[in-house]
């Protein structure tokens, strides 16, 4: 066969255009071993008979065990699983290390937590060019609702659908148009609504937002200097910020020392006024999360490469606990 002249890499970057989900094909060597590799060549054949393939590179370690295997399992990996994904693309470690596994049909492991599974037995094996086909009729499978992990470009991506079920698509006819089409209005107006049940509780406590946001940011750490405060809110409205401050400790629900430093902390009445508002958010955000299912995760992935991108100095006052 006469070899096309191709740049490898372009011809990669090429079929790197097409987005796959991404896969874990596992099985057992003879020798009991467990055997697993990231591939994301998989793709269905048939459905009666119910037929898969994947392909595997002939200079994988794990072509003798694949190629003597009666049996193995193909995963849907979801959209959390990336480093269960990087971790069976690395060679000549323990893949499996500190893994619960199910067992399948021929004592293939079968790994937990994934959006699909396919316990298949081999039907047929071709040669194609630098890997090796494997054909395998599917006889067990089973499902979760996650959202699945993508790959795209050589990179991991998040795959969404375009149209909420029973929603009206909204960008369809707006696009184009300045003001409901405009970025700033879709974030404007999303922050609006969706903190609309709040304000009736911020108003019941004769809270403003300015000042239910520094209230907020106050339970982070038991104390927060002037200088901490203004970096972690940095660039938001800078003498609002200081007006809200002296606007809570006004009313007794922050305090600050200044002896050379100026810091704040909140009181006892304003950490119970925060905690109750904090909770009533939380609450509005599951709400939101329900109706958006697995998009929300791509939503709050979106808005923190947006804050990444328009305000990357942010300082994190948040500290893991
Ligand atoms: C997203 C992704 C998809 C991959 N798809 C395949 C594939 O379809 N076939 C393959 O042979 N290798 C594929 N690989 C590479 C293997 O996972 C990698 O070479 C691994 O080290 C092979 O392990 P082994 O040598 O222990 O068998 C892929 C890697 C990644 C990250």
């Keep these: 066969m006469n070899a096309a002249v191709f740049d490898a890499g372009e011809f990669r970057k090429a079929l790197g255009a097409f987005a796959t ?6 099985t057992r060597a003879a020798d009991g071993t467990p055997v697993g590799l ?50 069976f693309a690395k060679r000549g470690i323990d893949k499996f290390a500190g893994l619960e596994c199910d ?8 790994l937990r937590g994934c959006t ?3 316990e298949c037995r081999t039907a047929f094996q071709y040669e194609g060019g630098d890997h090796l086909i494997f054909v395998g009729e599917v006889q067990a499978f089973d499902r ?6 993508v790959f795209h470009g050589g990179r991991y991506a998040h795959a969404t659908h375009r149209d909420a079920p029973g929603l009206q698509p909204r960008t369809a006819h707006l696009a184009g148009s300045f003001s409901e089409d405009f970025l700033g209005y879709l974030l404007g107006r999303s922050h609006f609504r969706f903190f609309a049940p709040l304000r009736e509780a911020l108003d019941g406590e004769g809270l403003s937002d300015m ?27 800078d003498d609002r910020r200081k007006a809200a401050l002296d606007s809570l400790v006004g009313r007794e629900m922050a305090s600050y020392r200044n002896d050379g430093v100026i810091a704040y902390e909140l009181t006892e009445h304003g950490r119970e006024v925060a905690l109750r508002l904090i909770s009533r958010a939380k609450a509005l955000e599951s709400q939101v999360i329900e109706r958006l299912g697995p998009d929300a995760a791509i939503l709050k992935s979106l808005l923190n490469r947006l804050l990444a991108e328009i305000d990357p100095s942010a300082a994190t006052l948040w500290q893991a606990p």
Excluded at 21 to 26: E, Q, S
């Design 211 to 237: 000042e239910f946001y520094v209230l907020s940011t106050l339970t982070l750490k038991p104390e927060l200097t002037a200088q901490e405060l203004a970096d972690g809110m940095a660039g938001v409205l």
């Design 144 to 149: 979760a609702e996650s959202a699945p992990l």
């Design 38 to 87: 990231t591939a994301n060549s998989f793709n269905s054949v048939s459905l009666n008979p119910p037929l898969v393939l994947w392909s595997l590179a002939n200079s994988s370690a794990s072509l003798e065990v694949f190629r003597n295997a009666e049996h193995w399992a193909v995963h849907v990996l979801a959209t959390d699983q990336e480093d269960l994904s990087g971790r």
């Design 116 to 118: 699909a599974r396919f």
């Design 21 to 26: 989900g991404v896969t874990i094909i596992t």
């Design 103 to 110: 067992t399948g049909a021929g004592g293939v492991p079968l």
